[in-house]
């Protein structure tokens, strides 16, 4: 059976959010029974909204401002449509009205990609956490200035530099205004507060200061003393208050926050239930927002699964690469290096780096290995267990090369 979707805005996140939809469409129907079809899109330049709706199932609005989006979003909703949105602006300045609305209308009205992009900080209050006490949720909600920060710290570059580079990489809009004054950030701190809390928060009811004043000697020299530069947003019960606010901020290096770099964005929320839980990614990008959306418009589709679908016919790995570290203790004689890596060598294991330690007439060698699949190591291993040089059972352990910067750059 079809499912109607009519699109409000095909821009970034839009068009990717179609194109999303259209690959993903097979496999929504094999597990949902529904088949999620685009109606209708609206633009400035095409499109007609109640033709629109009348067509539609469920609205996307992915067009952000405030109106005619707060309009549009209303009226589906009132016309008994759920609605998915991205859009921080209407929900952080009009969001009693739009929840008061789908409540009394009986609808969805469903927003992840609001905050955090990818990130699922919106289901994992609302929904995970739904019974937890929360305390504090604070967090890294912005990957414009994060990258920009990242950039200065990285390579010492100035405010404005680093700025020109996000925006040549597309991390940084044409107008960076919002985001470098950290109006963004308190957006989406307004509604991140309103669910966590139960507290009316106005994106006005915000205070928040930028990243435009920060210059690169603020960074370099906090780097020397461990401390690393992020654009906070942080919302906490102080006595019996709550208090909401985005301001840039020095991190030690072991905080949770201090490692989360590039464009990427992540949220702690703490209750004495969970102690704590960090969720980190990418924050934004026009693919990786689409996919929240369309998240949200499955769960509007059907009552959220319980149980998984059935199970699809896919082969299980076993023999997985990996790079390892290797311990041997051998007998401090000529050849044993050359040996040992003969042996890993005809078994295709090739060394990244070795240290060897004298220890009287035995000597340790440590290695770390390139990544190899695990049954040409372990085939690698037992040849050398037998060598008569080999003084106790080798050791190994597997090694995770890729840093958290690599994967966030
Ligand atoms: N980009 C991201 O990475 C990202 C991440 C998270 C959330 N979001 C949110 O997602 C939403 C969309 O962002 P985007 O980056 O995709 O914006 P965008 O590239 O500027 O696209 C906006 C789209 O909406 C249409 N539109 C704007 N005003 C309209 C109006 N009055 N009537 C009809 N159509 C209108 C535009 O039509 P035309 O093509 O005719 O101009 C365009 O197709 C925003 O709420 C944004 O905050 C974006």
New binding site residues.
């Given amino acids: 059976m079809t499912f109607s979707v009519g699109l409000?805005?095909?821009?970034?996140?839009?068009a990717a959010f179609h194109k999303l939809l259209d690959e993903r469409v097979d496999a929504i129907e094999a597990s949902t029974g529904l088949r999620p079809e685009i109606s209708g899109v609206?633009?400035?330049?095409r499109g007609e909204f109640d033709d629109l709706l009348e067509r539609s199932d469920l609205i996307v609005e992915?067009?952000?401002?405030l109106e005619?989006?707060r309009e549009y979003i209303l009226r589906a909703m009132a016309a008994g449509k759920h609605v998915v949105?991205?859009?921080?602006?209407v929900l952080s300045q009009h969001g009693e009205e739009l929840y008061a609305a789908a409540r009394a209308a009986n609808v969805q009205l469903r927003f992840e990609?609001?905050v955090g992009?990818v990130v699922p900080v919106i289901r994992v209050i609302h929904e995970t956490l739904a019974a937890a006490h929360i305390e504090r949720v604070h967090g890294i909600v912005n990957g414009t200035t994060n990258f920009i920060l990242s950039e200065m710290a990285r390579t010492g570059a100035s405010y404005g530099d680093a700025l020109r580079q996000a925006q040549e990489l597309g991390f940084a809009e044409a107008d960076p205004t919002e985001d470098v004054t950290g109006k963004d950030a308190a957006a989406k701190m307004a509604i991140i507060a309103r669910l966590a809390f139960g507290v009316e928060v106005h994106l006005d009811d915000v205070p928040y200061e930028g990243i435009d004043h920060v210059t690169a000697d603020d960074i370099s020299y906090a780097k020397d003393l461990g401390l690393s530069l992020k654009l906070i947003g942080s919302a906490e019960r102080i006595d019996s208050g709550l208090a909401v606010r985005v301001y840039p901020a020095f991190l030690y290096g072991g905080h949770p926050l201090a490692s989360v770099n590039g464009s990427f964005n992540a949220v702690t929320i703490e209750s004495p239930a969970i102690t704590e839980i960090t969720l980190s990614g990418p924050g934004?990008?026009?693919t990786?927002?689409a996919s929240a959306v369309l998240g949200d418009v499955i769960s509007a589709m059907i009552p959220p699964p319980t149980l998984p679908p059935p199970a699809l016919d896919i082969e299980l790995v076993r023999d997985v690469e990996s790079a390892f570290y290797l311990y041997l203790e051998v007998a401090d004689r000529p050849g044993v290096l050359a040996q040992v890596a003969e042996i890993l060598g005809l078994q295709g294991v090739s060394i990244k780096s070795v240290v060897q330690k004298g220890l009287g007439d035995d000597a340790v060698l440590v290695m770390v290995m390139h990544p190899v699949l695990e049954s040409r190591f372990s085939a690698a291993v037992e040849l050398l267990a037998r060598l008569d040089f080999v003084r106790a059972r080798p050791r190994t352990l597997r090694v995770i090369e890729e840093t958290f910067e690599e994967k966030s750059a």
Avoid: D, E, F, I
């Avoid at 609206?42 to 330049?45: A, F, I, K, M």
């Fill in positions: 409000l805005g095909h821009g970034t996140v839009g609206l633009t400035r330049s992915l067009m952000g401002g005619p989006a949105t991205a859009n921080k602006q990609a609001a992009g934004a990008g026009g990786q927002t």
